[in-house]
């Protein structure tokens, strides 16, 4: 598994190998996203309440930044708090194919996996 973001005593956020493969991935396609680093991040809105986000973004006075298998990640202090031992992974099965996040706080989550309440 990889280093986690980490606060001064708690775990934030793991990527994945296979997450940072991806991330790769898009970058390639991409060229706008050039070596923006990938944020992670969680806001008002979806049908659970709160909803996941994953962009390519500057670093901001405040975030917790980490690498993971050559992709840098960020982290602002308001998503931080609600994402405190998350794993994003990322899966190509025919059925489940796309990022899964795996948030140990999330107390409900809807079907599509986008969106939690904590």
């Known amino acids: 598994m990889s280093e986690p973001v980490e606060t001064a ?3 934030v956020v793991s990527l994945t190998k296979a997450a ?21 991040y969680v806001e008002q809105g979806g049908c ?6 994953m962009t390519f973004d500057e670093i901001r006075d405040g975030d917790l930044v980490r690498e993971f298998h050559g992709v840098q990640l960020i982290i602002d ?11 994003v992974d ?3 099965d025919l059925n489940d194919h796309g990022f899964k996040i795996t948030n140990p ?3 409900t989550s809807c079907g599509c996996g986008k969106s939690f309440e904590a």
């Open 9 to 11: 005593d708690e775990t």
């Open 20 to 40: 940072a493969e991806e991330v790769a991935n898009m970058r390639k396609n991409d060229p706008e996203s050039g070596d923006k680093p990938l944020r992670v």
């Open 48 to 53: 659970s309440g709160m909803q996941y986000g």
């Open 77 to 87: 202090a308001f998503s931080a708090d609600y994402l405190k031992g998350t794993v």
């Open 90 to 92: 990322f899966s190509e």
């Open 105 to 107: 706080n999330a107390k």
